[in-house]
Each structure stands twice: as structure tokens, then as C-alpha cells.
């Protein structure tokens, strides 16, 4: 049974940094495509940034490039996702998900597995 199991969400300032993880069981992210998705308030899921299977292609939606890096450790089997410079809309549930695919242009709709979500609030 896979699980993937986000943590590291919380209430932080504008300008401040967060460090998501994302623990994965039953598959190893090395043959995934893994990626962070992010689900605001009234709004739809939208992608945010994913890492391939061999972990050496990154790939960001244009909003947070230059805030957000995306890295995974083998050895834990966990993916992260590293916030800076938070701004309030980055406000939003954020999730884990993994797809069983070589390319890093994912959506939520190749999605294979999901986590249930880290609630990030960037709030003065």
C-alpha cells in the first residue's frame, strides 16, 4: 500500500521560510516522478514544482521559480519542498504526489498517488 505523507506546514510571515517533507512507503521515488501540488481556498489544485525519477530535472510553475526548490533524499525516500520568501498567496493546502511517468510536465490528472495535504498560512 503506498503512502505518502506530508508534514512541515504552519502558519509563518510574509517573507519567512517553511520546509515541507513528503515520506513516501510502498514505492521508492526513485522510479517516480514526484511533485508538489497546492490547493487555495475556492481555488482548483495547481501545480507547483516536481523533480524527475532521476532526480536531476527540476521544474517550477513561473510563480514561485527563484523561491521554491524541490529535492528528495534517497536514502529517507522523502521529497521536500523548501519555501522562501513566502507571500500570502502562497496560502494553501499543499500536497505530495507521485506519477508513475519519466517527464516532469505533470498534472494533477497523471497523478498516481496523493497525500492528504500540509496546511501553509502566510500571515502577518
Known amino acids: 500500500q503506498v503512502q505518502l505523507v506530508e508534514s512541515g506546514g504552519g502558519l509563518v510571515r510574509p517573507g519567512g521560510s517553511l520546509r515541507l517533507s513528503c515520506a513516501a512507503a510502498?514505492?521508492?521515488?526513485?522510479?517516480?516522478?514526484m511533485g508538489w501540488f497546492r490547493q487555495a481556498p475556492g481555488k482548483e489544485r495547481e501545480f507547483v514544482a516536481a523533480i524527475s525519477w532521476s532526480g536531476s530535472i527540476t521544474y517550477y510553475t513561473d510563480s514561485v521559480k527563484g523561491r521554491f526548490t524541490i529535492s528528495r533524499d534517497i536514502a529517507k525516500n522523502t521529497v521536500y519542498l523548501q519555501m522562501n520568501s513566502l507571500k500570502p498567496e502562497d496560502t494553501a493546502v499543499y500536497y505530495c504526489a507521485a506519477a508513475n511517468t519519466r517527464t516532469v510536465l505533470i498534472n494533477v490528472g497523471v497523478m498516481d498517488y496523493w497525500g492528504e495535504g500540509t496546511l501553509v498560512t502566510v500571515s502577518s
Open positions: 510502498g514505492l521508492t521515488i526513485s522510479t517516480y516522478t
